[in-house]
């Protein structure tokens, strides 16, 4: 082929306009199909746009709500644990007349009498230190101040190291809800007496308190050392959700990688070409697109049902999450095992090593990071998880941290669930964000760990 | 707990069956001077399984049956005027027996009946625990001894550990298969213990959504018409697909044939992020964030606006799909072959015109399979719509309004006390069958397209 010439057409003169040159057409469209190219333009980048402001407003509005959570309204007070304003008989000591068994018993109902004994009494006499002479008045207003459940840490305290009765040690105790909330300014300052959840005694007794620096914003270990708490808020924490989703996770791992990875080792190594094959085929793909709701349908038909297993069980949420993740961690194995070239599985069979050999020896080995980083995704995506726990009960207030896969327990997405309904609005919107951004922070942890795995590890072929 | 342990033993069991049957191969081989037809790792795992694998096998049929059996012995054991009650009765008293035996204390005061089989109870309980092991113990050593005598230089240990090894594979690979079955057979079954209540052409075609929660026989059954869930599902839908689509197909658009490599590399990482958001964090930012603004604004504008309305619910899932949507659209558009747009730029075509012309048209197979998921993420979403869409089961058009959907009403209905004998539980079921096969057939659909599209360039 030769060049016959290298010359573009001659541009239409003026001259030319009048009779119809084929170019006319194209030249005078022309800046309005530029302008229509820059519109073209302009939207693609206008809907990149709107997605990267999506995830700007998403992460901004979560982290302004939640972050504030993580501090939490706490007196810093010396508590004199008087013996006297508890009611409560002193430390039985054991007489020479008794047997180990009658002092054991004496101990017992020592510490069972504690049960009736006035803790409240001795908050509120350690605020009335600081507080005007008429405060001791008004009993109620000055308890309220202090979450309830302070009372119940106190006479464990007691009850751990009675020799402590009759001293004066310095705690820290949360505040009520109410008064977190007022402090950071949650609560519309406007409103009259009666709508304000803080009588007038106790909003005048808040100020003072801060003023004498015994009541100050400090970091909350309450939120992931307690249990979630129905009567008292302010001391409700993640500690029960997050256990029982380690609980699930584990499941998931142990359960989910071992089967999902023989599946697609089959798959990609053995399988011959047939129907059987092309069955599996066809439901992994099908199951990777199923509803995760219908997995707790699942699982409450199957496991609860027939199965006759606990309720809110992390077991049952486990094997519910595991069936649920089992299409991706089998695909991304897939995925990991195909980038693995030929050559290296026939240099092997080429030595004489098996084919279970071979994938056992050199296949495995390679795909191990791969396999990982899979295993890490679909793990992330089932900590996410919600929908199915909700229908095998794991939505039930558990008031204890379960202590094996079988007791019952919650699950960190399923608590964020409950608590932003919880009544007490202004106080669990941002308790609810803080468990959010917890949420949401392992997930990163975990998929920057796939991340970190894959760059470390990839090999180009 | 016990199982926990009983597995473990197994597992050290094992171990040193392992180390025994590679011991003993090697002082066989030195012994006979002949040469061994596998290595004697492979005459351990031999040995190995042939020690674990019953054993583990008599574990599972005792954990499968051993709870059956002794609810048939502790209740043949009741007096004849409790084991006359009705079915639903009897598991009451049973369970209250077995909470007894397992040494939880129970509501109210125990009958001496209760105690007694109680006690029997924990007396089977420790027996067939017991039995267990004992079992479990002579088959391990049994095929421990057995596998021992088979050891010779002419066994062919490497071919049995590997079948061992490949049906395990199997095994593993028909688990997809066997939970599809599980799905479909338990959606089925509870569905037509649904339908036995009510008729199927009233769930389907009926256009009231009010099950109350008395079961009093077939009269006073209240509303289980389908019609309006399907209506709020498909109306979120269609929001949902009015802000994922544009965006997300411009997005790929953009992202593939006009950023520059430094803006990719930021920006797909960072919508992507999107996808991997849990939805409960949508349903919460909708509520709280979305849902609000929505109603000022229309306060503002003079129209009344929900907060938790279907707009608020669709808007939101829309932002979910958007990653979904563009990073698929990207892949596909990417796959477009360059000649096509050489071709077309070539011809004189600005950029935009021969994405337009060409580019789109080239795609849209794949494209429209890649909608087709997006809708299918979209029908089966649930948290996003729990928390923002108000559950209103009405049939009315106004997006503005509350409204509810198929999977709301799953969550509603199931959850708190599950009772499999009331139609409101069980109409959970049938719901769910009913948004797998919507699921399944836009799954399938999309699949077909995608699959038959990239026939034409490969």
Redesign the interface.
Same mark, same amino acid.
């Given at each position: 082929m030769t060049v016959v010439s290298n010359q573009l057409p001659p541009l239409p003169s003026n001259a030319d306009q009048g009779a119809k040159s084929p170019y006319s057409a194209?030249h005078s469209s022309l800046s309005k199909?530029?302008a229509?190219?820059r519109r073209?333009?302009a %939207?693609?980048?206008?809907?990149?746009l709107?997605?990267?402001g999506?995830?700007a407003?998403?992460f901004t509005?979560?982290l302004s709500?939640g972050l504030p959570a993580f501090w939490q309204a706490t007196f810093t007070l010396p508590v004199t644990i008087d013996a006297k304003a508890l009611s409560i008989e002193p430390y039985p000591q054991q007489n020479s007349g008794q047997t180990d068994a009658e002092y054991a018993k004496e101990v017992a109902d020592w510490q069972a009498s504690l049960a009736g004994a006035n803790w409240a009494r001795l908050i509120q006499n350690a605020l009335l230190v600081y507080l005007p002479p008429e405060a001791a008045r008004r009993s109620r207003d000055v308890q309220r101040l202090v979450t309830s459940s302070e009372r119940f840490q106190l006479r464990e305290l007691v009850a751990a190291q009675p020799d402590i009765i009759g001293q004066t040690v310095t705690l820290r105790m949360l505040a009520d809800a109410n008064v977190d909330v007022w402090i950071k300014g949650g609560i519309d300052r406007t409103l009259s007496d009666r709508q304000l959840p803080l009588t007038p005694a106790q909003r005048q007794y808040i100020e003072i308190l801060q003023d004498r620096g015994v009541l100050n914003q400090s970091f909350s270990t309450a939120l992931f050392t307690n249990v979630d708490s129905r009567s008292s808020p302010a001391s409700a924490g993640l500690a029960g959700a997050l256990v029982g989703s380690l609980f699930m996770m584990l499941i998931v791992i142990v359960l989910s990688v071992?089967?999902?990875v023989?599946?697609a080792?089959?798959?990609e190594e053995?399988?011959p070409k047939n129907r059987f094959?092309d069955?599996?085929e066809v439901?992994?793909?099908?199951?990777a697109?199923?509803?995760?709701?219908?997995?707790?349908?699942?699982g409450?038909?199957?496991f609860?049902?027939?199965l006759?297993l606990p309720?809110s069980a992390p077991l049952v949420g486990g094997l519910v999450l595991t069936?649920m993740t %089992?299409?991706t961690v089998?695909i991304a194995t897939r995925a990991t095992l195909r980038a693995i070239p030929p050559s290296i599985r026939q240099a092997a069979i080429g030595l004489g090593a098996?084919?279970?050999q071979t994938v056992t020896h050199h296949v495995l080995p390679l795909a191990l990071p791969g396999i990982l980083t899979g295993a890490i995704i679909g793990v992330?995506?089932a900590?996410?998880?919600?929908?199915p726990l909700?229908?095998i009960?794991m939505?039930?207030f558990v008031a204890n941290i379960p202590s094996?896969p079988l007791d019952q327990s919650t699950a960190l997405?399923v608590q964020?669930?409950l608590w932003?309904g919880n009544e007490l609005r202004n106080f669990f919107?941002s308790r609810?964000?803080a468990a959010?951004i917890v949420?949401?922070a392992l997930?990163i942890v975990l998929?920057g760990l796939a991340i970190y795995l894959r760059r470390r590890f990839e090999r180009r072929w | 707990?016990s199982t926990f342990w009983l597995i473990t033993a197994v597992l050290i069991l094992m171990g040193f069956a392992y180390q025994f049957g590679a011991t003993r191969s090697r002082s066989i081989a030195s012994s006979s001077g002949q040469k061994l037809h596998s290595l004697p790792t492979h005459y351990g795992m031999f040995v190995a399984l042939w020690c674990g694998v019953p054993a583990l096998a008599v574990l599972l049929i005792f954990a499968v049956f051993e /709870?059956t059996l002794i609810r048939a012995a502790v209740v043949s054991s009741l007096p004849e005027t409790v084991q006359s009650l009705s079915a639903e009765q009897l598991n009451i008293v049973f369970n209250r027996i077995a909470s007894l035996s397992s040494g939880f204390g129970i509501a109210g005061k125990a009958e001496p009946f209760e105690i007694a089989a109680a006690a029997s109870m924990s007396r089977l309980k420790d027996i067939s625990l017991l039995a267990s092991i004992a079992v479990m113990a002579a088959v391990a050593i049994g095929g421990l001894l057995f596998a021992m005598r088979q050891l010779s230089p002419v066994l062919r240990a490497?071919n049995q550990?590997?079948r061992f090894?490949?049906a395990?594979?199997?095994f593993?690979?028909?688990?997809? @298969?066997i939970?599809?079955i599980? @799905?479909v057979v $338990?959606?089925f079954?509870?569905a037509m213990r649904f339908f036995s209540f009510v008729h199927p052409l009233d769930f389907f075609f009926g256009t009231l959504w009010n099950p109350r929660f008395a079961t009093v026989g077939h009269g006073a059954m209240g509303g289980y018409g389908l019609l309006p869930l399907l209506w709020g599902t498909v109306l979120i839908t269609i929001i949902a697909m009015l802000v994922a689509v544009?965006? /997300?197909?411009?997005?790929a658009?953009?992202?593939a044939?006009?950023?520059s490599p430094h803006?990719r590399s930021f920006?797909k990482p960072? @919508?992507e992020?999107?996808a /991997?958001?849990?939805?409960?964090?949508y /349903?919460?930012?909708a509520?709280?964030?979305i849902g609000p603004f929505l109603a000022n604004a229309g306060a503002m504008l003079g129209i009344e606006v929900r907060a938790t309305s279907a707009l608020t619910a669709g808007l939101v899932m829309g932002?979910m799909i958007?990653?979904f949507v $563009?990073s698929l659209s990207d892949d596909i558009i990417t796959q477009v072959p360059r000649s096509l747009r050489d071709g077309s730029l070539g011809l004189?075509a600005?950029? $935009?015109?021969t994405?337009?012309r060409v580019v789109l048209p080239a795609a849209l197979p794949g494209i429209v399979g890649a909608f087709l998921?997006a809708v $299918?993420?979209a029908?089966?979403?649930?948290?996003i719509v729990?928390?923002a869409a108000g559950n209103a089961p009405v049939l009315q058009g106004n997006p503005l309004q509350a409204i509810s959907t198929i999977?709301v009403t @799953?969550?509603n209905q199931?959850?708190?006390d599950?009772d499999?004998t009331s139609p409101q539980s069980l109409v959970?079921?049938a719901l769910?069958l009913t948004?797998?096969t919507i699921?399944?057939v836009l799954?399938?659909l999309a699949?077909y397209i995608v699959r038959k599209y990239r026939e034409q360039y490969e």
């Amino acid at each position: 082929m030769t060049v016959v010439s290298n010359q573009l057409p001659p541009l239409p003169s003026n001259a030319d306009q009048g009779a119809k040159s084929p170019y006319s057409a194209v030249h005078s469209s022309l800046s309005k199909r530029h302008a229509s190219e820059r519109r073209f333009k302009a %939207l693609g980048l206008a809907a990149v746009l709107i997605g990267l402001g999506f995830v700007a407003i998403l992460f901004t509005s979560i982290l302004s709500k939640g972050l504030p959570a993580f501090w939490q309204a706490t007196f810093t007070l010396p508590v004199t644990i008087d013996a006297k304003a508890l009611s409560i008989e002193p430390y039985p000591q054991q007489n020479s007349g008794q047997t180990d068994a009658e002092y054991a018993k004496e101990v017992a109902d020592w510490q069972a009498s504690l049960a009736g004994a006035n803790w409240a009494r001795l908050i509120q006499n350690a605020l009335l230190v600081y507080l005007p002479p008429e405060a001791a008045r008004r009993s109620r207003d000055v308890q309220r101040l202090v979450t309830s459940s302070e009372r119940f840490q106190l006479r464990e305290l007691v009850a751990a190291q009675p020799d402590i009765i009759g001293q004066t040690v310095t705690l820290r105790m949360l505040a009520d809800a109410n008064v977190d909330v007022w402090i950071k300014g949650g609560i519309d300052r406007t409103l009259s007496d009666r709508q304000l959840p803080l009588t007038p005694a106790q909003r005048q007794y808040i100020e003072i308190l801060q003023d004498r620096g015994v009541l100050n914003q400090s970091f909350s270990t309450a939120l992931f050392t307690n249990v979630d708490s129905r009567s008292s808020p302010a001391s409700a924490g993640l500690a029960g959700a997050l256990v029982g989703s380690l609980f699930m996770m584990l499941i998931v791992i142990v359960l989910s990688v071992p089967i999902g990875v023989a599946a697609a080792i089959y798959l990609e190594e053995f399988a011959p070409k047939n129907r059987f094959t092309d069955l599996i085929e066809v439901n992994i793909n099908n199951l990777a697109a199923v509803p995760s709701i219908v997995f707790g349908l699942l699982g409450a038909a199957v496991f609860i049902s027939w199965l006759r297993l606990p309720l809110s069980a992390p077991l049952v949420g486990g094997l519910v999450l595991t069936l649920m993740t %089992l299409p991706t961690v089998i695909i991304a194995t897939r995925a990991t095992l195909r980038a693995i070239p030929p050559s290296i599985r026939q240099a092997a069979i080429g030595l004489g090593a098996s084919r279970v050999q071979t994938v056992t020896h050199h296949v495995l080995p390679l795909a191990l990071p791969g396999i990982l980083t899979g295993a890490i995704i679909g793990v992330a995506q089932a900590l996410g998880e919600t929908a199915p726990l909700l229908l095998i009960g794991m939505s039930a207030f558990v008031a204890n941290i379960p202590s094996t896969p079988l007791d019952q327990s919650t699950a960190l997405p399923v608590q964020i669930f409950l608590w932003q309904g919880n009544e007490l609005r202004n106080f669990f919107e941002s308790r609810t964000s803080a468990a959010i951004i917890v949420l949401l922070a392992l997930m990163i942890v975990l998929n920057g760990l796939a991340i970190y795995l894959r760059r470390r590890f990839e090999r180009r072929w | 707990m016990s199982t926990f342990w009983l597995i473990t033993a197994v597992l050290i069991l094992m171990g040193f069956a392992y180390q025994f049957g590679a011991t003993r191969s090697r002082s066989i081989a030195s012994s006979s001077g002949q040469k061994l037809h596998s290595l004697p790792t492979h005459y351990g795992m031999f040995v190995a399984l042939w020690c674990g694998v019953p054993a583990l096998a008599v574990l599972l049929i005792f954990a499968v049956f051993e /709870g059956t059996l002794i609810r048939a012995a502790v209740v043949s054991s009741l007096p004849e005027t409790v084991q006359s009650l009705s079915a639903e009765q009897l598991n009451i008293v049973f369970n209250r027996i077995a909470s007894l035996s397992s040494g939880f204390g129970i509501a109210g005061k125990a009958e001496p009946f209760e105690i007694a089989a109680a006690a029997s109870m924990s007396r089977l309980k420790d027996i067939s625990l017991l039995a267990s092991i004992a079992v479990m113990a002579a088959v391990a050593i049994g095929g421990l001894l057995f596998a021992m005598r088979q050891l010779s230089p002419v066994l062919r240990a490497r071919n049995q550990v590997e079948r061992f090894v490949i049906a395990m594979l199997v095994f593993c690979s028909a688990v997809a @298969i066997i939970t599809t079955i599980a @799905i479909v057979v $338990s959606l089925f079954g509870e569905a037509m213990r649904f339908f036995s209540f009510v008729h199927p052409l009233d769930f389907f075609f009926g256009t009231l959504w009010n099950p109350r929660f008395a079961t009093v026989g077939h009269g006073a059954m209240g509303g289980y018409g389908l019609l309006p869930l399907l209506w709020g599902t498909v109306l979120i839908t269609i929001i949902a697909m009015l802000v994922a689509v544009p965006v /997300g197909l411009m997005t790929a658009i953009y992202m593939a044939e006009y950023a520059s490599p430094h803006l990719r590399s930021f920006a797909k990482p960072v @919508i992507e992020v999107l996808a /991997g958001i849990p939805t409960i964090v949508y /349903g919460f930012f909708a509520l709280t964030v979305i849902g609000p603004f929505l109603a000022n604004a229309g306060a503002m504008l003079g129209i009344e606006v929900r907060a938790t309305s279907a707009l608020t619910a669709g808007l939101v899932m829309g932002i979910m799909i958007i990653p979904f949507v $563009s990073s698929l659209s990207d892949d596909i558009i990417t796959q477009v072959p360059r000649s096509l747009r050489d071709g077309s730029l070539g011809l004189g075509a600005t950029h $935009s015109e021969t994405i337009r012309r060409v580019v789109l048209p080239a795609a849209l197979p794949g494209i429209v399979g890649a909608f087709l998921l997006a809708v $299918s993420r979209a029908v089966g979403e649930t948290m996003i719509v729990v928390l923002a869409a108000g559950n209103a089961p009405v049939l009315q058009g106004n997006p503005l309004q509350a409204i509810s959907t198929i999977t709301v009403t @799953i969550v509603n209905q199931l959850t708190g006390d599950i009772d499999f004998t009331s139609p409101q539980s069980l109409v959970a079921f049938a719901l769910g069958l009913t948004l797998f096969t919507i699921t399944l057939v836009l799954n399938i659909l999309a699949l077909y397209i995608v699959r038959k599209y990239r026939e034409q360039y490969e």
